[in-house]
């Protein structure tokens, strides 16, 4: 067995069962020590990575770890770690400080950690329930709470629906195939498509793409807000890694190019026009990141070097104006009868500068407005479908992107531009909380400024 390749996973596990038996002993009242403990344990496996040998396989050779999966891994610990440095503040605030919380958020990533290694379909299938099942969990940590309740079973049921759609997907394609593995196919069987159609179908469900959406403004909405902060960033890492790596053997079925196609074009526009009818900023979020689920989408549609390095690069960066505009959302949140209507919003730059000034930066990164380095992305996956021959694609493309400006301008209008209705109490930053928003704000404009940082390191890492 071959333990140096999951060294990170192997530093994960540790993790949780340290913190699982410093939960049992300590008291409530070291929530903030524990929370602090548990961020640092991905952090150590993001320094573990640079002691794992590459490329190699264990467990019967159905994980495999190469430098992709490695950039893929350090992303997914970078999140997980600044979700749990941003998050205890919040909690203590909501009186919610339960510790089963920390050891939680670590487990759903070290599933995702071995999804991004799955080359096997029965490794792939356990590494997802790992991670879905504690994020079932952990959208309903509101225990008194009857949305955060009906958020957690709403998406228990419909992710039960994308087990089941993966579990006969699986069977099908060990049907057409004759193994497990997942390898290049060039047959144009029936039962093989149909295992694309219900796996592609199960990922496509996790990563909100239309029209397997109907969980996410209501998970996003009933969560904590930390938690929506994890669940919108750290899974959308995983799985488009994986599907970069399943595009480049099956993007070359028609079928495949057009499911995708769809979905993305679906995905785009709905969720462009439904953002403008919500009148909670945290659902506009939520669609929002539909929308991104279908420009993210466009960048499967077919393999090609460019276009993946473009996909890539404008996920690594989405998530981290992704958390940043959860975690202000997060801190507003921290007022006694403050929601998230739009009116809770007016005036909001006037008597409370520093979040608007963040919360702008990330509104205006999710537009793709330059230096921002989602402008990079955006323009990277438009020119690598033009180059590709998808032109009307890439048209599509810049026409969503530019209905969604509206939705996005609106909350900044709101808040700089109109009177607050009412006088707010004031809210303190914690540390952690403004250590992860100068991170996610400085990363969002230093990857735009110097986007090569981040874009060659992938580019070669295919």
């Given at each position: 067995m071959?333990?140096?390749?999951?060294?990170?996973?192997?530093?994960?596990?540790?993790?949780?069962?340290?913190?699982?038996?410093?939960?049992?002993?300590?008291?409530?009242?070291?929530?903030?020590?524990?929370?602090?403990?548990?961020?640092?344990?991905?952090?150590?496996?993001?320094?573990?990575?640079?002691?794992?040998?590459?490329?190699?396989?264990?467990?019967?050779?159905?994980?495999?770890?190469?430098?992709?999966?490695?950039?893929?891994?350090?992303?997914?610990?970078?999140?997980?770690?600044?979700?749990?440095?941003?998050?205890?503040?919040?909690?203590?605030?909501?009186?919610?400080?339960?510790?089963?919380?920390?050891?939680?958020?670590?487990?759903?990533?070290?599933?995702?950690?071995m999804l991004i290694s799955s080359v096997n379909l029965t490794l792939l299938f356990l590494s997802l329930e790992l991670a879905s099942v504690t994020m079932y969990i952990l959208i309903?940590?509101?225990?008194?709470?009857?949305?955060?309740?009906?958020?957690?079973?709403?998406?228990?049921?419909?992710?039960?629906?994308g087990t089941a759609m993966l579990a006969f997907g699986s069977a099908f394609y060990y049907g057409a195939v004759g193994s497990l593995f997942l390898k290049p196919y060039q047959g144009d069987n029936t039962?093989?498509?149909?295992?694309?159609?219900?796996?592609?179908?199960?990922?496509?469900?996790?990563?909100?793409?239309?029209?397997?959406?109907f969980w996410t403004p209501d998970a996003y909405e009933g969560a904590p807000t930390p938690i929506t902060a994890y669940i919108s960033t750290a899974p959308k890492i995983a799985v488009y890694f994986l599907l970069v790596k399943i595009s480049t053997l099956y993007s070359h079925i028609k079928e495949?190019?057009?499911?995708?196609?769809?979905?993305?074009?679906?995905?785009?526009?709905?969720?462009s026009f439904v953002a403008y009818a919500q009148r909670s900023v945290k659902r506009l979020l939520a669609y929002s990141s539909i929308a991104h689920a279908g420009y993210f989408l466009l960048g499967l549609v077919t393999s090609d070097k460019i276009l993946s390095s473009a996909l890539l690069f404008y996920l690594s960066v989405y998530i981290f104006a992704a958390l940043g505009s959860f975690i202000v959302l997060a801190v507003l949140e921290k007022r006694e009868n403050?929601?998230?209507h739009f009116m809770d919003y007016k005036g909001l730059g006037r008597y409370d500068t520093l979040l608007a000034f963040f919360f702008s930066i990330f509104l205006f990164a999710m537009i793709g407005i330059p230096p921002m380095?989602?402008?990079?992305?955006?323009?990277?996956?438009?020119?690598?479908?033009?180059?590709?021959?998808?032109?009307?694609?890439?048209?599509?493309?810049?026409v969503a992107s530019i209905v969604s400006t509206g939705y996005y301008l609106k909350v900044i209008v709101y808040m700089f531009m109109e009177k607050a209705d009412k006088k707010w109490q004031s809210v303190q930053l914690s540390a952690g909380?403004?250590?992860?928003?100068?991170?996610?704000?400085?990363?969002?404009?230093?990857?735009?400024?110097?986007?090569?940082?981040?874009?060659?390191?992938?580019?070669?890492g295919l």
């Amino acid at each position: 067995m071959n333990w140096n390749a999951v060294l990170p996973e192997i530093l994960l596990s540790v993790g949780i069962i340290l913190i699982f038996s410093f939960e049992l002993f300590l008291s409530r009242r070291y929530y903030k020590f524990l929370t602090f403990l548990a961020g640092l344990v991905p952090l150590l496996a993001v320094f573990s990575l640079l002691f794992v040998s590459v490329p190699s396989k264990t467990f019967f050779d159905v994980f495999y770890v190469d430098t992709y999966t490695l950039i893929g891994k350090a992303l997914l610990y970078v999140i997980t770690s600044l979700s749990l440095f941003a998050s205890y503040d919040y909690f203590l605030k909501k009186r919610a400080d339960y510790g089963e919380m920390t050891y939680l958020i670590l487990t759903s990533s070290l599933g995702l950690s071995m999804l991004i290694s799955s080359v096997n379909l029965t490794l792939l299938f356990l590494s997802l329930e790992l991670a879905s099942v504690t994020m079932y969990i952990l959208i309903g940590t509101f225990r008194r709470e009857y949305l955060s309740k009906e958020a957690s079973y709403k998406y228990l049921v419909i992710g039960s629906v994308g087990t089941a759609m993966l579990a006969f997907g699986s069977a099908f394609y060990y049907g057409a195939v004759g193994s497990l593995f997942l390898k290049p196919y060039q047959g144009d069987n029936t039962l093989f498509l149909l295992s694309m159609f219900l796996i592609l179908s199960a990922l496509a469900l996790k990563v909100s793409s239309v029209p397997f959406h109907f969980w996410t403004p209501d998970a996003y909405e009933g969560a904590p807000t930390p938690i929506t902060a994890y669940i919108s960033t750290a899974p959308k890492i995983a799985v488009y890694f994986l599907l970069v790596k399943i595009s480049t053997l099956y993007s070359h079925i028609k079928e495949w190019m057009l499911l995708v196609a769809l979905l993305s074009v679906l995905s785009m526009f709905y969720a462009s026009f439904v953002a403008y009818a919500q009148r909670s900023v945290k659902r506009l979020l939520a669609y929002s990141s539909i929308a991104h689920a279908g420009y993210f989408l466009l960048g499967l549609v077919t393999s090609d070097k460019i276009l993946s390095s473009a996909l890539l690069f404008y996920l690594s960066v989405y998530i981290f104006a992704a958390l940043g505009s959860f975690i202000v959302l997060a801190v507003l949140e921290k007022r006694e009868n403050f929601t998230h209507h739009f009116m809770d919003y007016k005036g909001l730059g006037r008597y409370d500068t520093l979040l608007a000034f963040f919360f702008s930066i990330f509104l205006f990164a999710m537009i793709g407005i330059p230096p921002m380095a989602l402008f990079v992305g955006k323009l990277g996956i438009f020119m690598g479908l033009a180059k590709l021959g998808l032109l009307p694609l890439a048209i599509l493309f810049l026409v969503a992107s530019i209905v969604s400006t509206g939705y996005y301008l609106k909350v900044i209008v709101y808040m700089f531009m109109e009177k607050a209705d009412k006088k707010w109490q004031s809210v303190q930053l914690s540390a952690g909380e403004a250590f992860v928003l100068s991170v996610c704000a400085t990363l969002v404009l230093l990857l735009g400024i110097f986007p090569n940082m981040l874009y060659d390191l992938i580019a070669k890492g295919l």
